[in-house]
Each structure stands twice: as C-alpha cells, then as structure tokens.
C-alpha cells in the first residue's frame, strides 16, 4: 500500500406550559432519540425566566427546570453500529464494496484496513488514559506523513482512508478546528476518486457523519448521497448497509426544515430492516425515534405514539420488563404521553420508569440521564399541581449532588434555584429566598464576580426580594445583574433586557 501507518510506542497503561426533553439519536448504541414535547390543556403561574446551558457558550434557552448536566438527555441503548450522526464507533467497519465482491478479497486492503482500525484504537486508547497530547502528537504524525505522499501525487484510497481516520481522531478529542482542516484536504482527494474504490464508502459515510456533526448539512447531504448511490449500485436498493447513510440524510432533512422527505427516508429503512431483519429487530429502534421525534416536532404526537410503544415491545422482548433499557424505552413512552396531554398517565411511566432503572441498576443514581428524568417528572407534578411530589423530587436531585460532589459544589445551585421556583409557586417565598442566598453564595466562590452565570440566582434572589417587599436590596441586585449583562453580551442584547422583565410583570 501507498501508505503506512505512524503508531506510538505501547503504553502503559426553559408561565410552565412545556415539558422540554431533547434525546439524541445516535446509533443504535444511543437508542432513543431526541425530541421536543408540549403539555397540552394545562396551565401554570410560575414565572420563566433564562437559564444557561454551559454546554453551549453564550447560548441561552428557556426552562423552568434545568438540569444541572447537559439539557440534553442521551439514552444509551446499548446496540449495534448502525450511526444516524457521528459516532465514535469501536471498529473502523465498513459495508461491504466492490472488493467484497470479488471472490478474492484483496489481502493488501484487509491488513490496511487493519492498521486503521489499530491506529484509530491507539487514539482512542490514549485519550481514554488522559494522554491526550500522546493522541494528537500521534495523530500530527500521521497526517504529516499522508500529506508528504498527496504532495508528491499520491491521491488514492489509502491517503483517504489515513486522512479519515485522522478526522475521526480529532473529533473524539474535540479539536474542531482540526478537523475541518483535514476534512478539506479529504474531500480534495475523495473528489478524484472512481466509486469502485474499497473503503470509499466508510470514508464518506464518516465524511457526512463529521460534516452534519459541524453543521455543514449542505456538504453532508452531497456525500451521503454519493455513498448511497454506490450502495445502491452494489447491493441494490433495498440493502441493509443503506441504513447508515439514509439515517443521516434523514436527520439533515429533519434539522432544516424538509419533514416530508425526511418522513419518507425514516420510512424506508425501516421497511429495508424490517425485511432484512425483521419486524422486531432492536436494529428498527433508531429510525422508529427517529421517525417518532420528527412527527412529535411536526405535531403530530398521536402518530408517533405508535412507534414509540413498538420500541417499548422490542425492549421487552429483547430484554424483560425489569431491564434498564426498558424503563428508558418506558420514559420515551411518558413523553410521548405527555405531548398528547396524557399528563398522569406520563407521570405513572416516568415513576414506573426511573424504578426500574434504579432497581435494574442500570445507570448511577447521580448520571445525568438519571437526573433529567426527575427534573421533568417534577416538573410535570408541577404541571399539574401536585407540586409537594414535584419538590420531594427536586430535593432527591438536590441530595444526590450534594452527596456525590460535595455540598458546595456549582452543580448544586440548579437545583437550589429549581426549589427555589417550586416554594415560590406555592407562595413560600422565605424558603425561596433562604435557597437562592445559598445559591449565590455558591456561585460566588466558584466563578468571577463578573461571570455572566452569577446572574441567575442573583436575579432570581432579585425577584423573590421584591415578592417579600424588599424592596432596596431588590432594585441593587438587579442591577448588578444589568451591568455584569452588559458587559458580558452588549447593551442591546437579550439577556440585558431581561432583569427588568420581573418588575414589569408583577
């Protein structure tokens, strides 16, 4: 082969009217997708105001409750590798090409395949032990090596492979920057190669994967496209290894705009898998969520209801009724309740749900995932005016934190400023105030006293100052909050605007 691989030396070793929750669909290994549902016929006084999501920088998003980890709830499912996004995958596999064809695989494309899988392995292994300088020295390595055979005319199927895995490398590690650089150089030498090519069609499954992951849907689509018409071309159209690149093009499509044609792709691998595999195949789970999420998205809820209660039936089939996978299967099912207004049925599977998983020991009581579920269980209890069932939740979140991360610990003031609002809503605004002190002090000692996320509890403080006719120390915190806003986002900006928002409305 044209290229060898670099390797290292061993080593040794958001008034509430909506119940938010956004699961992403992944691969069959992050099995139930992301969608955003509405509680229907139900209303309730607490006030909104911003919460930040620190996953995102200077991005903002409404919520009565937030979780004090990401806003986004990632139910693993543990599964095969079939990826509707980018996904680390363990192996560096690809559907089978021309070469698979052949009645003589060649032995040449085997060990290279190999020595990618290696290669990819390393890194992962590397970053996995906190060598993550080791990673990206080894992946420079490489790259500069493959860029010494494309600059002396080499523009094969190796140096695309070798730059793809490099691409793959950089993303586990998070350097995007690097990885748009080695995507162009790739798709510079994927353009000039002929679609018979072995490899070709991993290489440009894991192309459209990073470019939907950096938001590049417009590139994504293009190279979904070719790879799907090579499969097509191989194996015919109603092929299994379709499923990937479809349900990429079927996420792009739903994510700007075009809910038609993505309906119409989720529904065509599922009517490949169900012939392949058939009709309960845990591999269907994906495109059902999928399928489920964009409907719910679309308002179409009731429609979507179906499918997710077939993932239900595939969970218990595969697995039993007092599997984890299973209550995950049954907290989709209770978002789906609660998007059609079904709020106490929603509130019997959400119970039903985190028991199973915690008697399956399935999941860490302090997960995130773990932790999402009972922030929206109590909030729907709120919902509904069950909110004494709402708080005993938000105050188990608030325990768990404290007894995994220590009492002061930053991931505690969400769930103060959450009990916060409860006590609030119920008029017991003592309480609210004696937790949100708390929380401010917290935020205090551990961020800049001109830190933008201060300004949370120190508005909420503000709020619940003025409710108890405090009124002076009221109007100094929240402008406290206008200045630190204001330096932080500009004058004219929406977080700015804000603190002046309760004063208005009361």
């Given at each position: 082969?044209?290229?060898?691989l670099?390797?290292?030396?061993?080593?040794s070793?958001?008034?509430?009217?909506?119940?938010?929750?956004?699961l992403?669909?992944?691969?069959l290994?992050?099995?139930i997708?992301?969608?955003?549902?509405?509680l229907?016929k139900?209303?309730?006084?607490?006030?909104?105001?911003?919460?930040?999501?620190?996953?995102v920088?200077r991005?903002?998003?409404?919520?009565?409750?937030?979780?004090?980890?990401?806003?986004?709830?990632?139910?693993?499912?543990?599964?095969?590798h079939?990826?509707s996004?980018?996904?680390?995958?363990?192996?560096?596999?690809?559907?089978k090409?021309?070469?698979?064809?052949?009645?003589?695989?060649?032995?040449?494309?085997?060990?290279?395949?190999?020595?990618?899988?290696?290669?990819?392995?390393?890194?992962?292994?590397?970053i996995?032990?906190?060598n993550?300088?080791?990673?990206?020295?080894?992946?420079?390595?490489?790259y500069?090596?493959?860029k010494?055979?494309?600059?002396?005319?080499s523009?094969g199927?190796?140096?695309?492979?070798t730059?793809?895995?490099?691409?793959l490398g950089?993303?586990?590690?998070?350097?995007?920057?690097?990885?748009?650089?080695?995507?162009?150089?790739?798709?510079?030498?994927?353009?000039?190669?002929?679609?018979?090519?072995?490899?070709?069609?991993?290489?440009?499954i894991?192309?459209?994967?990073?470019?939907?992951?950096?938001?590049?849907?417009?590139?994504?689509?293009?190279?979904?496209?070719?790879?799907?018409?090579?499969?097509?071309?191989?194996?015919?159209?109603?092929?299994a290894?379709?499923v990937?690149?479809?349900?990429?093009?079927?996420?792009?499509?739903?994510?700007?705009?075009k809910?038609?044609?993505?309906?119409?792709?989720?529904q065509?691998?599922?009517?490949?898998?169900?012939?392949?595999?058939?009709?309960?195949?845990?591999?269907?789970?994906?495109?059902?969520?999928?399928?489920?999420?964009?409907l719910?998205?679309?308002?179409?809820?009731?429609?979507?209801?179906?499918?997710?209660?077939?993932?239900?039936?595939?969970?218990?089939?595969?697995?039993?009724?007092?599997?984890?996978?299973f209550?995950?299967?049954l907290?989709?099912?209770?978002?789906?309740?609660?998007?059609?207004?079904?709020a106490?049925?929603?509130?019997?599977?959400?119970?039903?749900?985190?028991?199973?998983?915690?008697?399956?020991?399935?999941?860490?009581?302090?997960?995130?995932?773990?932790?999402?579920?009972?922030?929206?269980?109590?909030?729907?209890?709120?919902?509904?005016?069950r909110?004494?069932e709402?708080?005993?939740?938000?105050?188990?979140?608030?325990?768990i934190?404290?007894?995994y991360?220590?009492?002061?610990?930053?991931?505690?003031?969400?769930?103060?400023?959450?009990?916060a609002?409860?006590?609030?809503?119920?008029?017991?605004?003592?309480?609210?105030?004696?937790?949100?002190?708390?929380?401010?002090?917290?935020?205090?000692?551990?961020?800049?006293?001109?830190?933008?996320?201060?300004?949370?509890?120190?508005?909420h403080?503000?709020?619940?100052?003025?409710?108890?006719?405090?009124?002076?120390?009221?109007e100094?915190?929240?402008?406290?909050?206008?200045?630190?806003?204001?330096?932080?986002f500009?004058?004219?900006?929406?977080p700015v605007?804000?603190p002046?928002?309760?004063f208005?409305?009361?």
């Open positions: 082969m044209a290229v060898s670099l390797h290292h030396p061993p080593l070793k958001q008034r509430i009217t909506q119940a938010i929750v956004d992403n669909s992944r691969s290994q992050r099995g997708t992301c969608f955003s549902i509405c229907q139900q209303k309730c006084s607490i006030d909104l105001y911003m919460i930040p999501t620190t996953t920088a991005h903002w998003m409404l919520k009565t409750f937030a979780s004090a980890g990401s806003l986004n709830a990632e139910v693993e499912c543990q599964e095969n079939i990826s996004g980018f996904s680390t995958s363990n192996d560096f596999r690809r559907s090409t021309v070469a698979d064809s052949s009645s003589k695989p060649s032995n040449g494309v085997n060990d290279f395949e190999r020595q990618l899988q290696e290669l990819f392995d390393e890194v992962k292994m590397m996995k032990m906190g993550k300088n080791d990673a990206m020295d080894l992946l420079q390595a490489n500069e090596f493959v010494e055979q494309i600059n002396a005319g523009r199927i190796e140096e695309a492979a730059l793809d895995i490099i691409a950089y993303m586990v590690i998070g350097d995007l920057k690097s990885v748009g650089f080695i995507l162009n150089k790739l798709d510079e030498v994927v353009e000039g190669l002929k679609d018979d090519e072995p490899l070709l069609d991993s290489v440009l894991h192309m459209g994967s990073i470019y939907s992951a950096l938001g590049k849907f417009e590139k994504s689509m293009l190279v979904y496209q070719r790879v799907v018409a090579i499969l097509e071309r191989i194996h015919g159209k109603g092929s290894f379709l990937s690149p479809l349900l990429g093009m079927a996420k792009i499509l739903g994510s700007i705009g809910a038609t044609k993505a309906i119409e792709v989720y065509r691998v599922i009517s490949i898998l169900e012939s392949s595999r058939g009709a309960e195949s845990k591999d269907l789970i994906v495109p059902l969520s999928g399928l489920g999420n964009l719910i998205k679309e308002g179409r809820a009731t429609d979507a209801e179906s499918l997710f209660n077939r993932i239900l039936s595939i969970y218990k089939e595969s697995y039993g009724e007092y599997d984890g996978r209550g995950m299967a907290c989709s099912v209770a978002h789906v309740k609660c998007a059609t207004g079904n106490e049925e929603a509130i019997n599977l959400y119970r039903k749900a985190l028991q199973v998983i915690k008697d399956a020991d399935y999941m860490a009581l302090d997960d995130s995932i773990m932790e999402r579920m009972r922030i929206d269980l109590a909030e729907l209890l709120h919902v509904v005016g909110g004494n709402g708080r005993e939740l938000l105050e188990e979140c608030l325990l934190t404290e007894k991360k220590g009492k002061d610990h930053p991931s505690s003031v969400t769930h103060l400023i959450n009990l609002t409860s006590y609030s809503q119920s008029k017991n605004y003592v309480q609210a105030e004696r937790l949100l002190r708390t929380s401010l002090e917290i935020m205090m000692k551990s961020v800049r006293p001109d830190d933008a996320s201060i300004t949370f509890p120190m508005l403080l503000a709020v619940t100052l003025y409710r108890l006719n405090q009124d002076e120390e009221a100094q915190l929240a402008l406290e909050v206008l200045r630190i806003r204001e330096k932080a500009g004058k004219d900006s929406l605007g804000k002046s928002f309760p208005i409305i009361i």
